[in-house]
């Protein structure tokens, strides 16, 4: 009887540690939304007041009139896309070759590239700018796609997944007289959505908040991201809370809604390891 109160105590005791861990993730979130919904002198009021007298829908118009917002939503959606997109390309194919494919010093230049993750962006950042400008790249999205279309972490993402798929699929692939491009396209691109589901949504989620990439090589306005959209509009209207909780909430909706439609082969791709039974 003692165990099994303890087999249903502890599983509830679990359920109810991660539902209050999860409220305190939610609760800065719910006060930018509602704050969002304020006005500028009731924002910092104390107690916290989670839902106003007067509901101020208006910020969410009058934002659009005091920045390009839509604007700097694009220029971010354009890069986050296109980096995602050349980051699954290149880190699957990548792994791929560094899975499946038997070369001399294979393993030695695997653990050369993923060594550079842990070597500080700080460290490379000069001379990254350095070779832009001679090559009169920057204040252009060809500076920030060229250096981030490549990404060791991803590489190393796909290749563990790669590693869980049987070899016996690709060699009767190669007996069958399918090259390693089609084996690439036609066999493991399949079996690893979810894997790359994962890579699309991490890299997705990192290049919309990136803030120093955008800051160092765009100068121009109409080149802007949200993230320096929005700290330009901090530094104008440093006092209007309110409208600078407006555009918070606006620039994480896009990440939302990209989670809530991937959330299904995210979960899958983190949590499991290759092929099920």
């Not at 920045?67 to 939503?73: A, E, G, Q, S, V």
């Not at 194919?93 to 500080?120: E, S």
Request: with cysteine; charged share 15%.
């Amino acid at each position: 009887m003692n165990a099994r109160r303890g087999g249903r105590v502890r599983p509830a005791l679990a359920y109810l540690c991660l539902t209050v861990v999860t409220l305190l993730v939610l609760v800065p979130f719910a006060w930018m939304l509602s704050s969002s919904l304020k006005r500028d002198n009731e924002v910092f009021a104390v107690p916290i007041q989670w839902i106003p007298d007067e509901l101020r829908w208006s910020n969410f118009v009058d934002i659009w009139e005091r920045i390009p917002l839509l604007t700097y939503l694009g220029n971010s959606a354009f890069l986050s896309v296109t980096i995602t997109f050349l980051q699954v390309l290149t880190g699957s194919f990548a792994a791929y070759g560094f899975a499946k494919v038997r070369f001399p010093g294979r393993d030695a230049l695997f653990l050369a590239y993923i060594a550079t993750i842990a070597v500080p962006w700080q460290a490379y950042m000069v001379p990254q700018y350095i070779m832009m400008q001679r090559a009169e790249l920057t204040d252009t999205y060809w500076s920030i796609i060229l250096l981030q279309a490549f990404g060791a972490f991803g590489v190393f993402l796909m290749r563990q997944y790669y590693m869980s798929i049987p070899d016996e699929l690709c060699e009767a692939a190669r007996i069958d007289g399918l090259s390693e491009y089609g084996i690439y396209r036609r066999i493991m691109l399949p079996l690893s959505k979810p894997a790359l589901a994962s890579l699309a949504l991490l890299t997705f989620v990192n290049t919309w908040n990136d803030y120093m990439g955008p800051f160092i090589y765009l100068t121009s306005n109409e080149l802007w991201t949200v993230q320096l959209g929005l700290r330009s509009f901090v530094g104008q209207y440093d006092a209007e809370y309110a409208m600078i909780m407006t555009g918070a909430v606006l620039s994480v909706l896009p990440i939302l809604v990209v989670f809530l439609f991937g959330q299904r082969h995210f979960i899958q791709g983190i949590a499991t390891s290759g092929l099920k039974g």
